[in-house]
Nanobody, 113 residues
Framework: QVQLVESGGGLVQTGGSLNLSCTAS??????MGWYRRTPGKLFDLVAT???????NYADAVKGRFIISRDNAKNTIFLQMNDLKVEDTADYYC?????????WGRGTQVTVSS
């Protein structure tokens, strides 16, 4: 079992920034990522990052969000800049370990106009 703990969510105004973090209870030698979900919708990809640091972003966040990871600390980060009202969602950390997917409990991000 892998536990993922997210932190860093909160309330911010349009144009502001937040930095999310997610720490895994064990080393994840593969891809980790961030997803988000709004009420009534499925999970949407935000960004992913491989162990080697290769990144992938949803079109909606390209140029505004930056995903990074600290492998020594089993942690990934999501720097969110120029936040928009439509970024409001619950953000979840995801990890792929040995073919199984693990999810954190989520952290809420609210962007007010």
């Amino acid at each position: 079992q892998v536990q993922l703990v997210e932190s860093g969510g909160g309330l911010v105004q349009t144009g502001g920034s937040l930095n999310l973090s997610c720490t895994a209870s064990t080393t994840i030698f593969s891809t980790m990522g961030w997803y988000r979900r709004t009420p009534g919708k499925l999970f949407d990809l935000v960004a992913t990052i491989t162990w080697q640091g290769t990144t992938n972003y949803a079109d909606a966040v390209k140029g505004r969000f930056i995903i990074s990871r600290d492998n020594a600390k089993n942690t990934i980060f999501l720097q969110m800049n120029d936040l928009k009202v439509e970024d409001t969602a619950d953000y979840y950390c995801n990890a792929d370990r040995r073919g199984s997917l693990y999810w954190g409990r989520g952290t809420q991000v609210t962007v007010s106009s």
